[in-house]
């Protein structure tokens, strides 16, 4: 948009592998397809919260080690974080000036969600499983 | 700001704190301040199932936590985020479809966004309670 007119580049020789055009479709088919798939899973995981209010462990045990249950809670949670680390980006990227802390800052949210993720589907493997 | 614009003499749009936003924009601010809530809300998920995975100890801190005036507290404003941020999601992935563009349709998209958060969280609650 603002570069410079003097360019001998050709517009297109700019836009070829350069400019903007890199992975914003991916990001953002990314986002939309997570959020779909989020409506009918946010459902569920709300009425099994409301199901499971009064859960003790062993009845929380009981309620995960159903191969259903524990299936839609694994799928819950990868979509849950892979949307979360994707719009905690765009949030980064559009309020945090400084492009160093703007390039920290989203790793260390990716870092984190990716391992919260891991953390949380193992937990729901290892009572599944009975280990 | 660069010089051109320092020395130029154009009238300046209204300034954030002056300007008085739609609601349609409230919403939408509030859609990414839901967003960030929730995704600090996520420790919290993690921190229930990984207490079940260490034990019925572990479960039974986390029990007690969250069964207390703080913990419901925050369970009710996760509700809450969660309720708006998935109804004003459904309008986002609308008009991604390239529909209810009109200022008609969005008021009218406005009303079913607060009333969806509202009546969603007070069903779940009343359930969970009654």
Redo the contacts between chains.
């Keep these: 948009m603002s570069g410079p007119s003097h360019s001998l580049r050709s517009p297109l020789g700019r836009a070829l592998g350069l400019g903007s055009a890199k992975e914003g479709l991916h990001h953002w088919w990314t986002q939309?397809l997570t959020?779909?798939a989020?409506?009918p899973l946010?459902m569920w995981f709300?009425v099994s919260l409301?199901g499971l209010?009064q859960s003790?462990?062993?009845q929380?045990?009981l309620w995960?080690s159903n191969p259903i249950n524990a299936t839609v809670m694994i799928l819950f949670?990868g979509v849950?974080?892979h949307h979360?680390q994707s719009?905690?980006q765009v949030?980064l990227e559009d309020y945090v000036s400084s492009h160093g802390t703007r390039i920290a800052s989203i790793i260390a949210?990716k870092f984190i969600?990716y391992a919260?993720a891991a953390?949380?589907i193992?937990?729901?493997l290892?009572?599944a499983f009975g280990v | 700001m660069t010089q051109a614009a320092k020395s130029s003499a154009r009238p300046l749009s209204p300034h954030l704190q002056i300007y008085r936003l739609p609601l349609a924009a409230w919403l939408s601010i509030s859609h990414r301040a839901t967003g960030i809530g929730l995704t600090a809300g996520t420790l919290l998920l993690t921190w229930w199932l990984a207490a079940a995975a260490y034990g019925p100890d572990a479960y039974g801190v986390f029990s007690d936590f969250i069964s207390s005036p703080f913990g419901l507290l925050i369970l009710f404003g996760f509700s809450f985020a969660l309720f708006f941020h998935l109804c004003n999601g459904i309008r986002h992935l609308l008009w991604d479809a390239g529909k209810n563009f009109s200022i008609e349709a969005t008021k009218r998209s406005n009303a079913f966004v607060i009333a969806g958060t509202v009546v969603l969280t007070a069903i779940a609650w009343l359930i969970a309670y009654l």
């Design positions: 939309r959020s779909i989020l409506i946010v709300v409301i209010r003790d462990w062993e929380y045990t995960i949670l849950t974080f979360a719009g905690m949030v949210v969600c919260l953390l949380s193992v937990s729901v290892i009572v």
